[in-house]
């Protein structure tokens, strides 16, 4: 037979209402990872997707990158316990969305971090407003996003709400 790698590709999907259970529940609503066959990695594409009202009992409320690709989209509405209500990045870049109106005690809209540069995680072209972020104590209380080894360009980042209201890079 012949096998063609390729990465994966989802697009046009709408995700909405749902939730993961139980104590370390990673993407409410979508959870993107590295697939391989055996001899070669391949990141997943997620474009032109609306990712709604999905909840996470601990990161990612709409989507957890682990790798990835995020373009074209819109996440909104969505919550997690812990960071990252709209999305939870490790790996990955995000670009031309819309993250709007999450919530989570810690990082509302976006929360990337990166633990190695070289490359560095990218956002760019999105729009990231209206995130809450619930928390009441610690340095984490962040309504837009949490970057860490993380490139932002050419965003509009307004009326998101935490201790640090737009963005916090470390």
């Given at each position: ?46 474009r032109n997707c609306m990712v709604t009202n999905n909840v996470s009992s601990s990161v990612g409320g709409g989507i957890f990158i682990n790798s990835g690709y995020c373009y074209t989209s819109t996440i909104s509405g969505n919550s997690a ?90």
């Amino acid at each position: 037979g012949l096998g063609i790698p390729a990465e994966p590709l989802f697009r046009s999907l709408s995700i909405t209402e749902n939730s993961v259970p139980g104590s370390n529940g990673k993407g409410g609503g979508v959870y993107l990872t590295t697939c391989s066959d055996g001899t070669y990695s391949y990141s997943t594409n997620f474009r032109n997707c609306m990712v709604t009202n999905n909840v996470s009992s601990s990161v990612g409320g709409g989507i957890f990158i682990n790798s990835g690709y995020c373009y074209t989209s819109t996440i909104s509405g969505n919550s997690a316990s812990s960071f990252g209500g709209g999305i939870y990045m490790s790996y990955g870049s995000i670009q031309q969305s819309e993250i709007t109106g999450n919530t989570s005690p810690k990082t509302a809209g976006l929360y990337s971090n990166r633990e190695y540069s070289n490359p560095n995680n990218t956002i760019k072209y999105c729009t990231i407003s209206s995130n809450i972020s619930t928390g009441t104590t610690g340095d984490d209380i962040i309504g837009g996003i949490f970057g860490k080894n993380t490139d932002i360009t050419n965003c509009v980042i307004t009326n998101n709400v935490g201790s640090y209201g737009g963005v916090y890079r470390s």
